[in-house]
């Protein structure tokens, strides 16, 4: 596609006409910083939580913590570790379903999400289940929490996919984290990244580098992200929660289960079982 001219060519008087502009690629790889990063999730998630809720609110529960497209639930997993009597903080919580399975078990949650839609799907669930969640819209790279205020941490592919500055969340939550707490995280399994995100066969066939950590991005014809995910390898997700001062204590990687047959998006039977999907990092202050 290409952009109008801007301006009057004014070739009639001999002028030069301006260059015909191109509009910019609708899906691109580049670097994207934290501003345009923030902006265009807080915006996508916003426009797209209806419909996330509806395609994915029945599989991810109104009361339960699923760590990822494979199902893998946090009540047979138990790598939050004891959550009664504990006070823990779940980012990129969206309709605050963790949030609230939390509570049920005797825990004290607070849920953060960058998206107002998002939270309002989680007051929805909060009048349908009759179990309210406490939540907070913020960016995860600055939490509005003091120093020593939760007992542990966890997020379901919340935030860390789509922030710029993954460094700043991982010192956030070391900063709000009490001693001997636990952070758990899920997000893409890093060598996806080098396939195409496609459920069927098209999506077993290596087509990018791995080493490549420039973020995926869709954009409008001015160039401007409409939507960001930013790819590290599993080198950088360790670099970074050492780089915190976390302790490293597990790397679970979801095996696909036999009785799941449907696809989430690029996350399907057929390519889950022979590839991971999720990646899940168990940390502890």
Known sequence: MTGSIKGQSGAQHGAVP?????AAE?????????VESSRASRRWWDAAADDYQAKHGAFLGESSWIWGPEGLDEAKAGLLGEVA????LEVGCGAGSGSRWLGQRGAEAVGIDLSIRQLQ?????????????????????????????????????????????????????ARVL??????VFSVTHPVRWSFPDDPGAGGLTVNRSYFDRRAYVEQDESGSATYVEHH??????????????????????????DELTHSWGGWSPTRGRLLPGTLILVCTT
């Open 18 to 22: 301006e260059p015909r502009l191109e």
């Open 85 to 88: 009597g504990k006070r823990f």
């Open 121 to 173: 799907h989680s007051r929805r669930l909060d009048e349908a289940t009759g179990s309210a969640v406490r939540v907070v819209a913020a960016d995860a790279q600055r939490l509005p929490f003091a120093d020593n205020s939760f007992d542990g941490a966890g997020s379901a592919y919340g935030a860390l996919p789509f922030v710029s500055d993954a460094a700043s969340v991982m010192s956030e939550i």
């Open 232 to 257: 590290r390898t599993l080198g950088d997700w360790v670099g970074l929660v050492v780089g915190a001062g976390f302790t490293l204590v597990d790397l679970v990687e979801p095996e696909w289960p």
């Open 178 to 183: 009490r001693p001997a707490s636990r952070w």
């Open 26 to 34: 609708p899906v691109t790889r580049r670097v994207v910083d934290a």
